[in-house]
């Protein structure tokens, strides 16, 4: 590697002769991150080596996460904080990201972010060759594809523009060619003013953003993400229509004439390999490079392709952009055939390098000499088309009558059930943040997939973020680093074994600070009630031995782990009091059985009205749906009523008590 202090001391204009990955940094600098996060794989995994050496001169927190899926979360809640943050990974590493990373596209950031994914064709260390194209195209996320370390750089700062002017995530798509080839690259300004550091301490350098809550933005509870949906169709809708240099026609010198009219639309390395060829042997045809790849730029492939008798897709590993072209060709009835690897010119798997493009050339030159025409393989694809259309236009039909009807049904919100520990554990949490006198503006709540999350809901309102199972942890870890402010996660048991322990070591490896309240009700109960490995019992009805989720935080290394009753409210108040106040990550376990399958019977509570004074207080703040009014009086359903208690606790005025 070059000496690498030069990545962040050396000027704009000048020119360094760059290892891909190298470059990749230079521009995250450039660009003026503030938060980034990995785990090691090849071919990415020198771009966290060199970060490791020069984070701090950089003014940028850094981290190897425990896995890569924990990674995103830290970063994701740095954009989403108002910081420029970039996470990068193998190809492979996006598997394990995939559930939180998909949900960022819906949620949106507010500050930049780019995601680089190393794809490795050939498998040269790795598993499989997947194409993280497909990535893109699941998660609606807009893809840069670099062809060497200059446009990785140049590629990074412009992916962050991007991101921010569209508040949404960016993927940068690198192979191993890519990553590891050196060029020469002229460096850019570095955007100082992104790294202005608000210091808290001598161990803190970078710069701290902050969280402005926007639930209906950042919690993709159904009635939210349908609308997260919509709003990211049309920012790609957007996106779509820039026009970019990326996306640049590079002409042939040689004017000679063939009897068929040919040219090449190619991205990445294989432009690389495509380049030297036409030069090299004279070959008569254009090569559109396509560096901004989705949303796929279909005026501009159009307006390449319409008077062409053939177009040549050369592209690592799937047949991606060759689909795409397909389709405008079907959409607007073109005669121009395709040659690619469907039709089986080039060669479905493993990289490209030059002989097997020259060979796939040389073959079709061979049965072209011998043809008058050039086979239209598209009607069929036309025909399909017009059936798609028909097909929207009854689906669009169907949808209108569906949304008539759903105008005219009451709203009846979800809410967690009578008696639930999850409600006293949040009235606790919110308690103890008042008597503390800190600000719930200054409070962010991390939340989880599971019952826990209808505390989105007013009274209570701890949903401020979240991104799929296990990601409270995550994210609470990376909204310490990206934050001054507090940070209380909530996460289920069966979810906490899901995917929650992992984050947990991550945060107290990297010195987070962050309250973790895991809520076992000893049992999944979302999903019905199935056994998890805190219980005594199997899939099969068995007996199996019950992990302690308590022994799990003490082996993790979490110095405050406490086990509470929540329905214990002036203990559990305490508690979340210490908690939040623990300079560190700290670990609070609410065990108390869901109230579905609690199967200890108590007595329903009901109101004195001797005492009562109708404060509404334990309507309005405690929010349990078998407390209501009736004729301006309160009263409690003793059907409904599990008898928890909390209501008898809360009452300033002494009177609930159990029914006699």
């Known amino acids: 590697m070059m000496e690498l202090k030069k990545l962040l001391t050396t000027k704009s204009g000048t020119k360094l002769f760059l290892l891909g990955n190298e470059a990749s940094v230079r521009g995250a600098i450039e660009a003026g991150v503030s938060v980034a996060a990995t785990y090691p794989g090849t071919p990415s995994s020198e771009i966290g080596n060199i970060l490791y050496h020069l984070a701090k001169s950089a ?3 850094f981290e190897f996460s425990v896995n890569e899926k924990v990674a995103m979360e830290v970063t994701s809640t740095a954009a989403v904080s108002g910081l420029r943050s970039f996470t990068f990974m193998k190809h492979v590493g996006l598997n394990v990201a995939s559930d939180s990373f998909i949900t960022t596209a819906y949620s949106g950031i507010d500050g930049g972010m780019v995601i ?3 794809d490795d064709p050939s498998m040269f260390s790795s598993q499989n060759e997947q194409d993280n194209r497909h990535y893109g195209r699941l998660a609606k996320i807009p893809i840069l594809e670099p062809s060497n370390p200059q446009e990785i750089k140049d590629m990074m700062v412009y992916g962050f523009e991007i991101s921010e002017k569209f508040k949404i995530p960016v993927i940068i798509r690198t192979t191993t060619r890519i990553s590891h080839m050196r060029g020469i690259v002229e460096l850019g300004e570095i955007n100082n003013s992104r790294n202005d550091a608000i210091k808290l301490s001598e161990n803190v350098h970078w710069k701290k953003g902050y969280l402005k809550k926007n639930p ?11 609308k997260m949906h919509k709003n990211l169709i049309l920012k790609l809708e957007n996106i779509k229509k ?26 990445g390395s294989s432009f690389n390999y495509l380049y030297d060829l036409i030069n090299k042997y004279n070959l008569n045809m254009d090569i559109l490079k396509l560096g901004f790849t989705y949303p796929f730029p279909e005026k501009k492939v159009l307006k390449f392709i319409k008077d062409l008798d053939g177009v040549f897709i050369v592209e690592e590993v799937d047949p991606i952009m060759e689909k795409e072209v397909l389709s405008i060709i079907g959409k607007n009835q073109l005669k121009t055939s395709v040659f690619g690897k469907l039709n089986n010119v080039f060669p479905m798997i493993y990289e490209f390098n030059p002989d097997i493009i020259l ?4 073959d079709f030159y061979k049965i072209a000499n011998k043809e008058n025409n050039i086979k239209n393989i598209n009607d069929e694809f036309s025909k399909k088309e017009v059936k798609v259309n028909d097909y929207n236009q009854t689906t669009k039909l169907r949808n209108t009558k569906l949304n008539n009807l759903i105008k005219n049904l009451p709203s009846r919100p979800p809410t967690l059930c009578a008696g639930c520990p999850h409600r006293t554990t949040y009235f606790a949490a919110k308690k103890a ?28 309102k701890t949903a401020d973020y979240l991104l799929s199972m296990g990601s409270s ?9 990206a934050t001054n402010q507090v940070v209380m996660s909530f996460i289920g048991d069966s979810t906490f074994f899901h995917s929650g322990i992992s984050p947990l070591i991550n945060g107290i490896h990297n010195k987070d600070k962050f309250v973790l309240t895991i809520l076992d009700n000893r049992t999944t109960a979302m999903t019905g009630g199935q056994p998890n490995p805190g219980l005594n019992v199997d899939g099969m009805g068995d007996p199996a031995p019950e992990i302690s989720i308590e022994k799990i935080a003490i082996g993790s290394g979490a110095e405050f782990v406490k086990l509470i009753n929540p329905l214990n409210l002036k203990k559990t108040i305490k508690t979340y009091k210490e908690a939040i106040e623990f300079d560190g990550v700290s670990v609070i376990i609410a065990k108390s059985p869901c ?17 009562c004074t109708n404060c509404l207080y334990c309507v309005k703040i405690l929010a349990c749906p078998a407390i209501s009014t009736k004729d301006d009086k309160i009263i409690i359903d003793h059907l409904s009523c599990k008898g928890c208690a909390t209501c008898v606790q809360i009452c300033k005025e002494k009177a609930i008590k159990v029914k006699h």
């Open 242 to 267: 820039i026009d970019t240099e990326l996306n640049k026609i590079y002409s042939s010198s040689n004017k000679e004439s063939f009897k068929f009219k040919l040219g090449i639309i190619s991205s």
């Open 359 to 362: 060979n796939s050339f040389k």
């Open 116 to 118: 680089l994914t190393a």
């Open 216 to 226: 209906d933005q950042y919690v993709p509870i159904p009635i939210n993400a349908a």
């Open 595 to 611: 109230t579905l399958i609690n199967e200890k019977k108590r007595k329903p509570m009901e109101i004195d009205y001797t005492k």
């Open 433 to 460: 943040i008042k008597e503390l006198k800190i600000s719930e503006d200054d409070v962010i709540f991390a939340s989880d997939i599971g019952c826990y999350t209808l505390g989105i809901n007013p009274p209570y």
């Open 59 to 61: 003014e940028m927190y």
């Open 473 to 481: 942890v995550g994210d609470g870890g990376g909204f310490s680093k």
